[in-house]
């Protein structure tokens, strides 16, 4: 059973940064992350990383955020610069234990961390 833990929200002025982390704990395929606005459905995948090396951007947040790996310590990272007001969100770190291509498609996501907040704002 893959178990995942996000930390590393808070509050943000508009132009800064803030980096989350995801404890993952077993095998899965690919490890990504997606959003909850308050008042809107999830947002996603925001990003991807696939264990072959090959990383994804949606278009929103492509530029402005990165997802990076720390296999020794079995944390995934999603550094966000630049963030808007409009990136406020829950954000949960997810992962799919399989998937018929490079990256899985929304639906093959199947393990879900408990998020953790962003809000930005000033």
């Known amino acids: 059973q893959l ?3 996000e930390s590393g929200g808070g509050l943000v002025q508009p132009g800064g940064s803030l980096r989350l ?11 990504g992350w ?12 925001l990003c991807i990383s ?4 090959s990383t994804y951007y949606a278009d929103s947040v492509k530029g402005r955020f990165t997802i990076s790996r720390d296999n020794a310590k079995n944390t ?4 966000m610069n630049s963030l808007k007001p409009e990136d406020t969100a829950l954000y949960y ?5 399989t998937s018929h291509g490079i990256f899985p498609l929304p639906e093959e996501f199947n393990y ?7 809000t930005v704002s000033s």
Do not use: M
């Open 93 to 97: 770190c997810t992962a799919a234990a």
């Open 21 to 31: 982390s995801c404890a993952a704990s077993g095998i899965y395929h690919a490890i």
């Open 34 to 45: 997606f959003r909850q606005a308050p008042g809107k459905g999830r947002e996603g995948p």
């Open 76 to 79: 995934v990272y999603l550094q």
């Open 3 to 5: 178990r995942l833990v």
């Open 112 to 118: 879900w961390g408990q998020g953790t907040q962003v």
């Open 50 to 53: 696939s264990n072959d090396g």
